[in-house]
């Protein structure tokens, strides 16, 4: 017999105010799954976007990508993870929630050093840095530039660019400047004389050989496609519909857009190495119970800068 818990639900299409709290049932785990009893799940745009009018989606609408939790319970098959062990999981469907089941193939064990508010916002926005700086070839000679730098994304790439060796311009608001230069880049604030300002900056750290457009703005790919001699080392995963006019990567899932499966099945595990032993920082702005979902999305739509929003359930 399936136990229940609770989930946040999608009554209606529109803003926040259609969340709710429900009574679900948690399947018990079938061959090649595992149960995860939730600890924290983290908070996405994607997540409100689902059920804003336009949509598409067919409410209720369960809601949730990434959570950090224990194993509950293990189906038939199931030969890496045992009741008890800690993971991270991504993509999970219905992700807020007291329980999930999932295929054991979306698990990645959480080492003990990692935070689990800190694991539970780190992969969905981690493995589409992993895969732009992968796409991109970043290397210790390059000069990156990253849009939406101080965003999720954002942070992630501009970290994991400098891992690399590379010098990173990293475009935001000034209230993130000082944020992202204790990761090492060299800010420049977005807005008008946006190209005058970054040529002014290669005059002192050489060429932009590299751009990765986590932002979505018309200017971000313009100033891109601007600075960088060779477009199939400009990629954007956001503003996918602009992409092959100019001749850049699109990156995600969308039509044309490389998906880079592989690629985000495999930093799973790179990322919780990098975030345990402190290479990566995965800031948490703030943690809201799971009844306070709303609170939560009203806060990531308005913009919050400088890190990550957490559910917790306990």
């Given at each position: 017999?399936?136990?229940?818990?609770?989930?946040?639900?999608?009554?209606?299409?529109?803003?926040?105010?259609?969340?709710?709290?429900?009574?679900?049932?948690?399947?018990?785990?079938?061959?090649?799954?595992?149960?995860?009893?939730?600890?924290?799940?983290?908070?996405?745009?994607?997540?409100?976007?689902?059920?804003?009018?336009?949509?598409?989606?067919?409410?209720?609408?369960?809601?949730?990508?990434?959570?950090?939790?224990?194993?509950?319970?293990?189906?038939?098959?199931?030969?890496?993870?045992?009741?008890?062990?800690?993971?991270?999981?991504?993509?999970?469907?219905?992700?807020?929630?007291?329980?999930?089941?999932?295929?054991?193939?979306?698990?990645?064990?959480?080492?003990?050093?990692?935070?689990?508010?800190?694991?539970?916002?780190?992969?969905?926005?981690?493995?589409?840095?992993?895969?732009?700086?992968?796409?991109?070839?970043?290397?210790?000679?390059?000069?990156?530039?990253?849009?939406?730098?101080?965003?999720?994304?954002?942070?992630?790439?501009?970290?994991?660019?400098?891992?690399?060796?590379?010098?990173?311009?990293?475009?935001?608001?000034?209230?993130?400047?000082?944020?992202?230069?204790?990761?090492?880049?060299?800010?420049?604030?977005?807005?008008?004389?946006?190209?005058?300002?970054?040529?002014?900056?290669?005059?002192?750290?050489?060429?932009?050989?590299?751009?990765?457009?986590?932002?979505?703005?018309?200017?971000?790919?313009?100033?891109?496609?601007?600075?960088?001699?060779?477009?199939?080392?400009?990629?954007?995963?956001?503003?996918?519909?602009?992409?092959?006019?100019?001749?850049?990567?699109?990156?995600?899932?969308?039509?044309?857009?490389?998906?880079?499966?592989?690629?985000?099945e495999a930093a799973r595990s790179q990322l919780t190495a990098l975030a345990a032993d402190g290479s990566l920082d995965v800031h948490v702005t703030a943690t809201y119970p799971l009844e306070e979902a709303a609170a939560a999305h009203r806060r990531s739509r308005e913009g919050h800068a400088g890190g990550k929003l957490v559910?917790?359930?306990?």
């Amino acid at each position: 017999m399936a136990d229940s818990g609770r989930a946040v639900v999608a009554g209606g299409l529109g803003g926040p105010e259609v969340l709710r709290v429900v009574e679900v049932a948690a399947p018990d785990p079938g061959p090649g799954e595992v149960q995860v009893r939730v600890h924290a799940a983290g908070v996405n745009p994607w997540d409100w976007k689902s059920y804003a009018p336009g949509s598409g989606a067919r409410p209720p609408v369960r809601l949730g990508q990434e959570v950090a939790g224990v194993v509950r319970a293990v189906g038939p098959g199931v030969r890496w993870y045992s009741v008890g062990d800690a993971v991270v999981a991504w993509p999970v469907a219905g992700a807020y929630a007291d329980v999930v089941t999932v295929p054991q193939g979306v698990l990645v064990r959480r080492p003990d050093r990692l935070d689990v508010a800190q694991a539970a916002g780190l992969l969905a926005a981690g493995v589409a840095a992993v895969h732009a700086v992968d796409a991109t070839d970043v290397g210790s000679d390059d000069v990156v530039l990253v849009h939406g730098a101080s965003g999720g994304v954002g942070r992630v790439a501009v970290q994991l660019a400098v891992l690399r060796g590379a010098r990173v311009l990293a475009t935001a608001s000034s209230a993130s400047h000082d944020c992202l230069r204790s990761m090492g880049a060299e800010p420049v604030t977005y807005g008008p004389g946006l190209l005058d300002r970054l040529r002014h900056l290669e005059a002192r750290l050489g060429r932009v050989t590299v751009a990765i457009d986590a932002a979505g703005s018309p200017e971000a790919l313009d100033t891109s496609v601007a600075l960088v001699a060779d477009r199939t080392r400009v990629a954007t995963l956001v503003a996918l519909d602009r992409a092959a006019g100019l001749g850049v990567l699109a990156l995600g899932h969308g039509p044309g857009a490389d998906p880079g499966r592989a690629v985000r099945e495999a930093a799973r595990s790179q990322l919780t190495a990098l975030a345990a032993d402190g290479s990566l920082d995965v800031h948490v702005t703030a943690t809201y119970p799971l009844e306070e979902a709303a609170a939560a999305h009203r806060r990531s739509r308005e913009g919050h800068a400088g890190g990550k929003l957490v559910l917790v359930t306990r």
